[in-house]
Every structure is written in structure tokens, then in C-alpha cells.
């Protein structure tokens, strides 16, 4: 890869994605910085003329991304790394969820990403080389009350990604599913979508709130260091969590789904296969 490298940053108007555009930038390299609401990176634009492209770019639209795609290569010749970062929040109960909600949370969270790596992976592969970054979830290997479509969609992008990851390593093209802790992001403001809430999940909710608390989480600049650094490694992993904290909860989180498997171990082992 060339000295200066080309980002792509979807979602790059607010929280991580503004983040990752910021250090990247402040590290002397381009960016093409897409979102569907692009005016809050005029500041930005203003800062950085010649190193930094606004793209409006709705990623739940195929056709969009993949002509945005093409806009992107053009400004600036190349692609060296892709950061999958647009994304939103369904909070709601999985019974109050609303089909053309979980359609459309899906259509950006889980589609969306697919497009963009859809559209991006042949001109990687055409470099032979470049770096895609998945930004998922600590929390998509397993389901949590009230956002459990959040879960689902990083979830489906985690498998999707791994296999990803095996089909094009051949060509120089490295993919990582990056395992985003809680960050103050304005996902649970900006970027929600809320189901109408029933009743009967009252006292669910309550008890829910409580275990969360106030904490919003560090700041999203604080996970760019990490980030910058995880695109310059030559052999980089394929799944990282990001954030220490979360990096415990993760581990407490599998030891005890494996001591879970293993309570049931005798049921399960009663059928061959």
C-alpha cells in the first residue's frame, strides 16, 4: 500500500465513523467519508480540502452503494481501507418489533454491509490488497432483551464476515470483525428506532434500564488509536474485541455459555451426528 493511504468510512458523520475519519485524517491520510447526512463533516471538509471527500450514501441501497463506490475509487485512484461502519438501533421488544422495522433496521445493518462489501472486494482484489473492517457488536454472540434485532443483524454480519475473510485472504485482502464495545456514539439517540412499547414488558424494561444504568460508555476518539493501528498490521486478526472492559465481559460471557453446553451435555450427546 502506498505511504497515504485511501480510507472509505461509511456512516462517517457521527460517532465512531466521525472517529476513524478524524484519525485518519489527522494521520496524514484520504478519506472518503460517506453518510446519508454528510453536513456535519463540513467542518471537516473545510479542514482538510484536498484530503477529504463528503459522499451521501444511503448503504440499505445497492444500487447507491455500489455507484458511490465507484465515486469513491475515482477521487482518489484506489481503495486501501474500507471501514463498514453505518449502522443503527432497533430497541424494542422482539413481539412490538413491526415488520417493515425489522426490515428496514436489517436493511442497513445487515444488508448494508453486505453491499459495501459487495461493491468494494473487486477493487481490492484488483490491487491485490486492502484492509475491510466490519464494525459489529461485543454483545452479537448471543441475544439481549429489548435489542435483540441489533444482535441479530451483527450477528449475521460476524458469520458473513469470517466467511468473507477465508474467500478473499488469497488475493492480499484482509477482513476483521471488529468486536465494538459501548461507546458514546448517539446510537441510543440519533440512531434508534423504538418499537411501541406493550405494557406487558413494564416491568422487564425497568429491570433492564437499572442493569444498563447512565453510563454512555468512553468516547469513540479513544477506540481510533486502536483502529488506525489494526489497519496497518500486516497479519491481522480476523475477529478483535475493542475495549477492555468489554473484552472481560466477552470472556465471562462464552465460560458461561460453555458451562451451559456442558449442563446439557447428556441430552445432547443422546442423538448421533
Known sequence: MPDSRTW???????????AFTEAALAGGERVVAAARDVDPLAELAA?????????????????????ATERAVAAFGRLDVVVNNAGGLLYGMVEEATEQQIRDHLDVNFFGAVWVAQAVIPHLRAQGSGRLLQITSMGSGGGMASVGFYGAGKAALDSVSEALAME????????????????????????TTATT??????????????????DAGPDPATAAPLVM???????????????????????????????YYRAWESLSRMAPG
Not at 488469497?170 to 464495545?181: A, H, I, N, S, W
Not at 405494557?199 to 444504568?213: D, I, K, S, T
Not at 489494526?230 to 466477552?250: E, H, N, Q
Open 8 to 18: 472509505f468510512i461509511t456512516g462517517a458523520s457521527r460517532g465512531l465513523g466521525r
Open 47 to 67: 479542514r482538510y480540502p484536498d484530503d477529504l471527500v463528503r459522499l451521501p450514501l444511503d448503504v440499505s441501497d445497492r444500487a447507491a452503494v455500489f455507484a
Open 168 to 191: 478473499v485472504e488469497q488475493f492480499g485482502v484482509k477482513v476483521t470483525v471488529v468486536q465494538m464495545g459501548g461507546y458514546t456514539t448517539g446510537l441510543f439517540t440519533a440512531g
Open 197 to 214: 412499547p406493550d405494557p406487558a414488558y413494564g416491568a422487564l424494561r425497568a429491570r433492564l434500564e437499572e442493569m444498563w444504568g447512565d
Open 229 to 259: 493501528k489494526l489497519a496497518t498490521m500486516p497479519d491481522p486478526p480476523r475477529r478483535l474485541i475493542v475495549g477492555s472492559r468489554s473484552f472481560d465481559m466477552v470472556l465471562e460471557m462464552d465460560e458461561a455459555r460453555t458451562e
